[in-house]
């Protein structure tokens, strides 16, 4: 679920970078998403096949990817 969350939030972000960076950036994504989901949805990240899991992954790693390039100082 990380490397294709990383990817799908690259895609929508317009980041470059290879597989592992997704991956990273996915898997942190998807742990930043699900305790957001957890803490203020009443509801994180659950099973696979899920949406409601998929839009907390990916939803995480596009602010993850807003917060690295907002560090960074690069332009989404």
Known sequence: MGLIAGAIAKMITKNSGGWIS?????????????????????????EFFSLWSWGLAIGGSVLVLWLYNLITKKKI
């Open 22 to 46: 997704s991956l990273i950036v996915g898997l942190i994504g998807a742990v930043v998403g699900g305790w957001i989901g957890a803490n203020f949805l009443g509801h994180g990240v659950g």
